[in-house]
């Protein structure tokens, strides 16, 4: 798959912006005035039962390092186990974004493991890193933040 160009990543966050699908997706923006869409984040795949959900998020290349992932990523894991009700909230994070494995980690995530070699990049395979946090995990981790 050839990654998109910077106009069609735009344009495809604004569309998972418009929540026109099941799942929600909430504009990562900046605080200026007006506002600058610089990313988007939402759960996806929630299973009522399980009450579990997978986070996704990109941003903007160059928003990236400057917060705006680790805020949005405390915002939404707040929001799935207090408004949701969710009890698990998971994500798949590449080893070849250390920033993002420690944004996560800095968020509560915790790595339970690795589906072995199931990403090609760049002409390599890689693993996919499995992360996770519960909602327990969360209210401590909350109280010491």
Known sequence: MVPPSEAEAKERIAEWCANDKDDLGFAIETLEDPPILVGNIGPFGARPKDRCATI????????????FGTDAMHVIVDCGFREMGLHRIQLDVWPFNPAGVR????AGFVEEGRRRESFWHDGQWYDAVIMSVLDHEWAAHRTRS
């Open 56 to 67: 996704g998020i990109a941003l903007g290349r160059e928003y990236i390092g400057r917060g």
């Open 103 to 106: 944004a996560y980690e800095k």
